[in-house]
């Protein structure tokens, strides 16, 4: 261990699989409780790249309860979920029955090397303290030139700082972080990509401020500095050839 350097905790899955499984068995509520037309601003850079043609194969990693997989599922792609927790996987194959399913973990992923052309992890890294390993299972499953597709919180909101990081905004959330969640910044996220993939979109959605018309919240979105404190965080990569993690150590969250 370095000098000075703490020792990262890995996910506590057994936590994780609790929580899921007491949250679905609540009365199966809504992850986010989003409207059609945020779904389709997380998804554009999917459509941008148009690598949802027939034959390609798609791994919806961290896939949860089917609410990104619904959608998925609608292209003609072959879509594969895969979640750490069985109760949101039977949850979501009730409601995507096109779709596979495995129940795993996304740093340990039971696939062969290069088996996907697209993948999708939406609202998942977060759920990790360190990500050099899952992005490692990331960029050995996915092909070479393979479109990655991340969503994830983002730290620099007001709104969903005080929502994660506060006592009061846990207990108003929809749905309270887990003991493993730690939110960053889209920056973080966007650097975090950069050493292995080759940034095709990178953009903030969701201005949870106020509620804003459509129209001008894809201004803030391509706007700097408005485009950096969306409440929700959308990159897309394409994997370079033979790319394998660097250290992300130092990166600011």
Same mark, same amino acid.
């Given at each position: *261990? ?15 699989? !609790?929580?899921?499984?007491?949250? *679905?068995?609540s009365g199966? /509520? ?36 089917g609410e ?24 979501? +194959? ?22 996907f052309d ?17 992005? @490692? ?33 846990? *207990?108003? @959330? ?6 493993? !969640?730690?939110?960053? @910044?889209?920056?973080? &996220? ?7 993939? +080759? ?9 949870? &401020?106020?509620?804003? /018309? ?28 033979? @790319? ?10």
């Amino acid at each position: *261990m370095l000098l000075g350097v703490t020792r990262v905790k890995s996910q506590d899955k057994k936590a994780e699989v !609790e929580f899921f499984t007491r949250f *679905m068995g609540s009365g199966n /509520p809504e992850f986010l409780g989003w409207g059609e037309k945020q779904f389709r601003r997380a998804l554009r850079p999917l459509d941008k790249t148009k690598r949802l043609t027939l034959n390609q194969r798609l791994l919806d990693l961290g896939c949860g309860d089917g609410e990104f997989t619904s959608r998925l599922v609608l292209s003609p792609v072959n879509v594969v979920g895969l979640d750490v927790t069985y109760a949101v996987i039977r949850v979501n +194959k009730s409601r995507n029955p096109s779709a596979g399913f495995v129940c795993g973990d996304a740093e340990n992923l039971p696939f062969k090397d290069g088996q996907f052309d697209i993948l999708v992890a939406t609202f998942l890294l977060h759920h990790f303290r360190q990500h050099d390993k899952i992005m @490692s299972e990331i960029c050995r499953v996915l092909k070479d030139g393979g479109v990655f597709l991340v969503v994830e919180p983002n730290s620099w909101n007001p709104v969903t700082w005080y929502r994660h990081n506060t006592q009061r905004g846990r *207990m108003q @959330s929809k749905r309270p972080p887990t003991t493993n !969640e730690k939110i960053f @910044s889209a920056r973080y &996220l966007h650097k975090l990509l950069k050493p292995d993939f +080759k940034i095709q979109e990178f953009k903030t959605i969701n201005f949870d &401020l106020v509620r804003l /018309p459509e129209a001008v919240e894809v201004f803030f979105e391509k706007t700097p500095p408005f485009s950096l404190f969306g409440a929700t965080a959308v990159v897309c990569g394409e994997k370079q050839p033979s @790319s394998f993690p660097t250290s992300i150590a130092g990166v600011r969250k």
